[in-house]
């Protein structure tokens, strides 16, 4: 078959020999090639680079003059230059913004919650990944741009200082299996890998099938961030006790109070609260006098959280038991569980129940036992019947030692019918939010959404990290088995039931994975080679095509499946150079805040010193 002869243009350029360009996906430019005579004047840096054919006419506007060189042989001297689509403007602009703002109870930040006044007092951050696009293209002043093929279901957390929002919008595209296109209209559209256009079948020069098939896992998973429970902690009595250590200096440790060295020979039912008189020591006056303000500081005022301790909903051998503090430390100041608090929802403070004396609102506690709080308040009338009060005095939660601080004794009177009071532990709960780490390792626990992609070669899961998804965990405890203390070696407390935000990530979830399968899922890659010049859009499939004109007349190449690497660059090579100049330009910027930040500091030391 003969191929028709075409021809290229470029302002400035009186004749060009050959000139050829490539288009790829991508924010980075396709290069274009020009091979033409000699001439006595430059060409211009930027310009409009047309192949024409009858009267088929491909543009592309706003290219710019990259590099030149001579070359001079036996056919005869000639200038080459090489243009870039206009791409390259891209590498320019900023991005400021923070959106889909997550909190750490796994819900989003989307203005006024439920049951708030609505006074937009808290700001709307939510926004799909369409609507992030657009936020991006509208920044890099592109128009008449297309992101419908965009999954608009998830809600991917980005912060933004301006950043470059090309690099903001290909990790946007990549993280969702998509990718960008330059149209031949000019006009940018956002593409879903494995969709796209047939080849031609007509016209053909060259037609190449090869065999490449993609290096696939047998799964995929997606790692969540790390998971939250909401926990019951029983809480133990302890004080500081003041041992000798091995080289003859005094230490200060943590004990449960019946090991204190100082515990009454009577035990803790004949202590005179507040003083402590009578503790049992053979010390020296000066030493019982330090021993009495530890007891003062500390006995009946610190409560420990005890081990072992069943966390509902983490899945550990065991059924969730704790059983080393570490596992848990350190706590937050704060519940899974939120309300609606100056027009947000936020979480609800720790808090502290139980029984203990003289009790809620200086009035005897007459429950005998510990008995279930639940997350949300009784009915009416019912408070005083089930449910253990709420501490409502002062304390400091010392999170890192999981440890409870009374400003003042917190005890239980064990002669509540009698006439004197006779202190005693009080029965205290903790509810509040943990993290758990692993009894060996100590990794976090952290929710893994897993799912087969069908191969079956051995290989090990590819991993995607996804930390703004986090699942919670808040249970609801059976009240008969509540105040069952713990033993050594368990905790008998029963739980009803989980309620856990798991289905909620694994749907979100299912959408990165949707995306990474579809990076195996290409087509048998195929090449075709059609004479003249074939107007065709780069898609989901048709990742690579060529135009080219010259002595041997005008050819469209077009790659289904596949980037040939004798071409151009891959798409993938591209995006690792790419994210390589972010890293480097963000380096860049750290360093300079810092340099700043010196600066200042130095010259307020100078005005200082003046």
């Not at 000139?19 to 290069?31: F, K, R, V, W």
């Not at 100056?342 to 403070?349: C, E, I, R, S």
């Not at 949707?514 to 859009?537: C, F, I, K, N, S």
């Not at 690497?565 to 805040?593: D, F, K, L, N």
């Amino acid at each position: 078959m003969s191929t028709p002869q075409g021809l290229a243009s470029y302002p400035g350029i009186e004749q060009i020999i050959s000139a050829s360009i490539t288009l790829g996906h991508g924010i980075s430019p396709s290069s274009a090639r020009i091979t033409m005579a000699p001439q006595l004047f430059t060409i211009p840096e930027s310009g409009t680079l047309s192949f024409t054919i009858g009267s088929t006419v491909i543009n592309f506007p706003n290219c710019k003059a990259d590099q030149g060189s001579y070359e001079r042989s036996d056919s005869g001297e000639f200038w080459h230059i090489t243009l870039l689509d206009r791409r390259w403007k891209w590498r320019f602009g900023q991005i400021s913004g923070r959106y889909n703002v997550w909190r750490e109870n796994a819900t989003l930040q989307n203005g006024d919650p439920p049951g708030s006044s609505g006074l937009g007092l808290v700001a709307d951050t939510e926004r799909t990944p369409q609507e992030l696009a657009a936020l991006y293209l509208d920044a890099m002043g592109e128009s008449g741009y297309d992101v419908s093929a965009l999954p608009n279901d998830t809600r991917p957390p980005v912060e933004h200082d301006y950043d470059n929002p090309a690099e903001a919008l290909a990790e946007l595209c990549e993280n969702l299996g998509c990718r960008i296109v330059l149209a031949l209209n000019n006009t940018v559209k956002i593409v879903r890998v494995g969709t796209g256009e047939l080849l031609p079948s007509e016209s053909l020069l060259e037609d190449s099938l090869t065999i490449d098939p993609p290096e696939k896992p047998d799964s995929i998973a997606v790692v969540c961030g790390p998971s939250f429970f909401q926990v019951d902690f029983p809480l133990e009595a302890v004080g500081i006790d003041r041992d000798q250590t091995a080289g003859g200096d005094p230490t200060d440790t943590l004990k449960p109070i019946d090991e204190l060295s100082y515990k009454p020979a009577g035990g803790w039912s004949s202590v005179d609260l507040p003083l402590f008189s009578d503790l049992s020591t053979n010390a020296a006056e000066d030493d019982v006098t330090g021993l009495r303000s530890l007891a003062t500081k500390s006995v009946f005022r610190y409560y420990r959280i005890k081990v072992p301790v069943r966390v509902p909903g983490y899945d550990a051998p065991g059924g969730g038991l704790v059983t080393r503090l570490e596992q848990v430390l350190p706590l937050f100041e704060e519940q899974v569980v939120t309300a609606v608090e100056n027009h947000d929802a936020v979480p609800l403070p720790a808090a502290v129940f139980g029984v203990w004396y003289p009790g809620l609102d200086d009035q005897a506690n007459t429950l005998p036992t510990l008995m279930v709080q639940g997350n949300s308040p009784p009915a009416s009338g019912t408070e005083g019947t089930y449910k253990s009060p709420f501490y409502n005095r002062g304390f400091t939660l010392d999170t890192a030692r999981g440890l409870v601080i009374f400003s003042e004794p917190v005890y239980q009177n064990s002669t509540p019918t009698e006439a004197r009071v006779t202190p005693a532990p009080a029965q205290l709960v903790l509810r509040a939010k943990c993290q758990v780490r692993d009894a060996e390792t100590l990794a976090l626990a952290r929710h893994i959404h897993q799912r087969s992609t069908g191969g079956v070669l051995g290989t090990s899961p590819q991993y995607i990290r996804r930390d703004e998804l986090v699942v919670t965990h808040v249970p609801t405890y059976d009240a008969e088995t509540y105040a069952s203390p713990l033993t050594a070696s368990t905790d008998p407390r029963l739980v009803d039931s989980v309620t856990s935000t798991a289905d909620d990530a694994n749907a979100a979830a299912d959408h990165y994975i949707d995306a990474a399968l579809e990076e195996y899922t290409q087509p048998e890659p195929r090449q075709v080679q059609v004479a003249g010049l074939h107007p065709m859009d780069l898609d989901g499939v048709i990742q690579q095509i060529t135009y080219s004109v010259g002595g041997a007349g005008a050819t469209t190449t077009i790659a289904r499946g596949s980037e040939p690497s004798h071409i151009a660059t891959s798409h993938g090579e591209r995006r690792h150079s790419e994210s390589a100049r972010q890293a480097v330009a963000q380096a860049r910027r750290s360093r300079g805040s810092v340099a700043g930040r010196s600066t200042r500091r130095e010259a307020a030391a100078r005005r200082a010193a003046r």
